[in-house]
């Protein structure tokens, strides 16, 4: 496999974004694409990080962390956008801030035909439920997307889903 080996500033431009919107809990399901994330996260005294088996369980996990005081952010991958679309209705109709942090699959140079279906539907999923949609595609823009998009949450008691564009991620070649 090659993988873009350009240095990745954007992982801690997200994780920077993350400490300046106050985000104390970070729900996630183990991601490749969010791994540098996540070992930041992890890393920060401030911050407590809880690895799920299942997307949905981040949602709630995240709309108690709200109850209790806390900001959150639920990082996934876009196939597990599918997962949650019945439970991202305890944040919409109870009006609870989620910050959702989305790496793409089944976009730009996608090579495993599984993440097409949701890949190509992520966005207008979202949309589609009342989730406010924002992408970023070049590393130097990501930081302040996802700051906006905190601050657009936790403003406005609203959902909003940050989706990073699989071109930002880099291209897999599992042909060599």
């Not at 790496?103 to 996608?110: A, P």
């Not at 070049?138 to 699989?166: K, M, P, R, T």
């Amino acid at each position: 496999m090659t993988q873009q080996s350009s240095p990745r500033p954007w992982p801690g431009d997200i994780f920077n974004a993350l400490k300046r919107a106050d985000v104390k809990q970070v729900a996630y399901v183990p991601d490749a694409g969010h791994k540098e994330l996540i070992v930041s996260c992890q890393g920060d005294e401030n911050m407590t990080t809880v690895s799920m088996t299942t997307e949905e369980e981040g949602v709630a996990m995240l709309g108690g962390a709200w109850l209790g005081g806390d900001r959150g952010a639920l990082l996934m991958q876009s196939s597990g956008v599918g997962n949650c679309i019945n439970m991202l209705s305890l944040p919409i109709h109870c009006r609870m801030p989620l910050l959702m942090i989305v790496t793409m699959r089944g976009e730009w140079g996608e090579f495993n035909p599984w993440q097409l279906p949701m890949g190509q539907n992520t966005e207008r999923v979202l949309q589609d439920i009342g989730v406010y949609v924002q992408r970023a595609t070049f590393a130097d823009e990501v930081g302040d997307i996802v700051y906006a998009g905190a601050q657009l949450a936790y403003s406005s008691n609203c959902q909003v889903a940050v989706l990073l564009s699989q071109r930002l991620l880099g291209f897999k070649d599992w042909s060599k």
